[in-house]
């Protein structure tokens, strides 16, 4: 099964509005990423927040980290239209080999 | 700077066939990383390569390879495709295997198998 696991699976809502997705993983963790796809494009980084770490900014993303509850979020705010895409979080626990991905949480922003 | 670059950009084939998917990474990324991403998943990673050598593998069967050459680029193998094998592949680097470097994605190839 998946390390990381979005929720939720699908998030509507207003432009202007926030979203929030969270992303749970099963083991220890040197950093965990957030990435945003479009339409079955590529992958496009947002944020790497390392297992020291507990909360960073970009811009009008929030990425906040949890060791003890093995949980992360993302906090989208004042969403625009141009959000509308699938985001993932990806975990990684070693220096090398793979980094393990959720099946992601689609995000529709309406305007 | 250009970032990863992947081709073809899209690619059919029929079963039975072999196929070579073929990545660029951002300048000066050494390390670089495939990625199988069937609809409505998230990706699966298939190999990691560093310096010419492979430094992971994902749970993948025999039929798929890949190479790193000296220039850091890299190609995907995947041999007696089946129906299975369509998907995204995506390619990714990074500037090295400290797990502190962010990884970036290319735009994929997507493989049609028919």
């Known amino acids: 099964s998946q390390q990381g696991e979005e929720d939720p699976q699908a998030l509507s809502i207003q432009e202007g509005e926030n979203a929030t997705m969270n992303c749970s993983y099963k083991t220890s963790i040197n950093n965990l990423q957030w990435y945003r796809q479009n339409s079955g494009r590529g992958l496009v980084h947002l944020i790497l927040?390392?297992?020291?770490?507990r909360e960073k900014h970009s811009g009008r993303l929030r990425v906040t980290l949890d060791t003890s509850k093995k949980s992360s979020s993302l906090l989208i705010t004042a969403s625009r239209a141009a959000d509308t895409a699938s985001y993932f979080c990806a975990t990684k626990n070693t220096n090398a080999g793979k980094s393990t991905f959720g099946d992601g949480t689609t995000l529709t922003v309406k305007p | 700077d250009a970032g990863v670059t992947q081709s073809p950009t899209h690619l059919i084939k029929t079963r039975g066939q072999q196929v070579t998917l073929r990545c660029s990474p951002i300048s000066g990324h050494k390390s670089v990383s495939w990625y199988q991403q069937v609809l409505g998943q998230g990706p699966q990673f298939i190999f990691q390569?560093?310096?010419?050598?492979?430094?992971g593998r994902g749970n993948f069967p025999d039929r798929f390879s890949a190479r790193q050459f000296p220039n850091y680029s890299s190609e995907l193998n995947v041999n007696a495709l089946l129906l299975g094998d369509s998907a995204l592949y995506l390619c990714a680097s990074s500037l090295d295997l400290a797990y502190s470097y962010e990884q970036y994605f290319g735009p994929g190839t997507r493989l049609t198998v028919t």
């Open positions: 927040i390392r297992s020291n770490e």
């Open positions: 390569y560093y310096e010419k050598e492979e430094r």
